[in-house]
């Protein structure tokens, strides 16, 4: 069972926009930054959004990222087919004194 | 700017395994450097982490006092020693760069590594 909790599986058909949630706790999203990832099978996972709501050059301007308290979301507008992947949610704990993860959601495109 | 993991196998439970991750392109001792790893159908797992100057090392619960990261800067490669594997260490085990430990700022990864442990 993963520290963060994502719903496992989200979906959208193209043009809509999807909003995937992570949950947490004082230790890690609550007062440390949310990163998300997105990860497509047999490649390197690769950062959509840091420190809640930046993005690296590159990553469209459609992913965004917010935080409130311990709850974090990643939205993506303007769905695109080659949106479907699974999406991380991660952020250090510092009851850990380490990162967690996120479960992961697969993101379906219908 | 590229990292390339090696030293994935095939091992029995109880065996041991040394990962490398070499790093090429960039300023190595400046960077903290990370193993993530994933598991057949399973989500990511952060596994050990180690800072740019060697001062500040961390582990899982799941791999601590079994798996030794360390880093050699003359030769730009991050190892993970894992001594007293267990079939659910079986994963991709992939390395990451970031420039402080405590920042998941993961852009550059290698393209992992694919680790079995089975008898």
């Known amino acids: 069972q993963s520290v963060l909790t994502q719903p496992p599986s989200a979906s959208g058909t193209p043009g809509q926009r999807v909003t995937i949630s992570c949950s947490g706790s004082g230790s890690n999203i609550g007062s440390n930054y949310v990163y998300w990832y997105q990860h497509l099978p047999g490649t390197a996972p690769e950062l959509l959004i840091y420190r809640n709501n930046q993005r690296p050059s590159g990553v469209p301007d459609r992913f965004s990222g917010s935080k409130s308290g311990t709850s974090a979301s990643l939205a993506i507008s303007g769905l695109r087919s080659e949106d479907e992947a699974d999406y991380y949610c991660a952020a250090w704990d510092d009851s850990l004194s380490g990162p967690v993860f996120g479960g992961g959601t697969k993101l379906t495109v219908l | 700017v590229q990292l390339l993991e090696s030293g994935g196998d095939l091992v029995q439970p109880g065996g041991s395994l040394r990962l490398s991750c070499a790093a090429s392109?960039?300023?190595?001792?400046?960077?903290?450097m990370s193993w993530v790893r994933q598991a057949p159908g399973k989500g990511l797992e952060w596994v050990s982490a180690?800072?740019?100057?060697?001062?500040?090392?961390f582990y899982s619960d799941s791999v601590k006092g079994r798996f030794t990261i360390s880093r050699d800067s003359s030769k730009n490669t991050v190892y993970l020693q894992m001594n007293g594997l267990r079939v659910e260490d079986t994963a991709v085990y992939y390395c990451?760069?970031?420039?402080?430990?405590?920042?998941?700022?993961?852009?550059?990864w290698g393209q992992g590594t694919m680790v079995t442990v089975s008898s």
């Open positions: 180690i800072s740019g100057r060697e001062s500040t090392i």
């Open positions: 990451a760069r970031s420039d402080e430990v405590r920042f998941l700022e993961w852009i550059l």
């Open positions: 392109g960039f300023t190595f001792y400046t960077y903290a």
